[in-house]
């Protein structure tokens, strides 16, 4: 099923410190279904639903490794069981000048495991603009860039990228995410 452009948004910062603009967010930010995420992190939507659809069937499960979803899904889009080294992997450093804002979707109504689990349509209407209201009030920049598939960012996350091709890497990202299922 084609999900479309997941809802995540580039910035850039040149006046504070990441971890001072982090720490500010996750005091702004209208629930912990939004995050953000490392420049290198997100490379493709469907690497990002993927993380989604992994985070919210474990939430729905009640079998999560993290507390909160927005750590869950850090979790696996950095492809481990660890929190401390997913956020290390896949979260904002103090020296990281632009980076995503993410927004995590709610499920449908009367989603069920044996029906598959789709997000709701209504993020759609107010994501770029609460996103874009967020960032004015962290004094950052939207930088609209698009996401892109990158070995070297991979490789940040904690991919091993040797020979791979960047035609695979795709396939790639989304049996890394999946892993975290299995990896410790």
């Not at 493709?44 to 499960?61: G, I």
């Not at 609209?144 to 070297?152: Q, V």
Request: charged share 20%; with cysteine.
């Amino acid at each position: 099923m084609e999900l479309g452009a997941f809802p995540c948004l580039s910035w850039s910062n040149s006046e504070s410190s990441s971890n001072q603009t982090l720490n500010q967010f996750l005091k702004i930010r209208p629930s912990k279904r939004w995050l953000m995420l490392g420049s290198h992190a997100a490379l493709c939507d469907n690497q990002l639903w993927t993380a989604w659809h992994c985070s919210v069937r474990r939430f729905f499960r009640k079998t999560s490794l993290a507390r909160t979803i927005d750590a869950e899904f850090i979790r696996f889009i950095a492809g481990t069981h660890h929190i401390s080294e997913a956020f290390q992997r896949a979260g904002v450093s103090d020296t990281d000048v632009k980076g995503w804002i993410i927004y995590l979707p709610e499920i449908q109504e009367n989603n069920s495991l044996d029906n598959g689990m789709s997000p709701s349509v209504e993020y759609k209407d107010n994501f770029e603009t609460t996103a874009i209201g967020i960032l004015e009030s962290l004094k950052l920049t939207p930088s609209y860039s698009s996401l892109e598939l990158n070995l070297e960012n991979a490789d940040k996350l904690g991919m091993d990228i040797n020979d791979l091709d960047l035609d695979d890497l795709e396939d790639a990202l989304i049996g890394f995410v999946l892993s975290s299922e299995f990896n410790n």
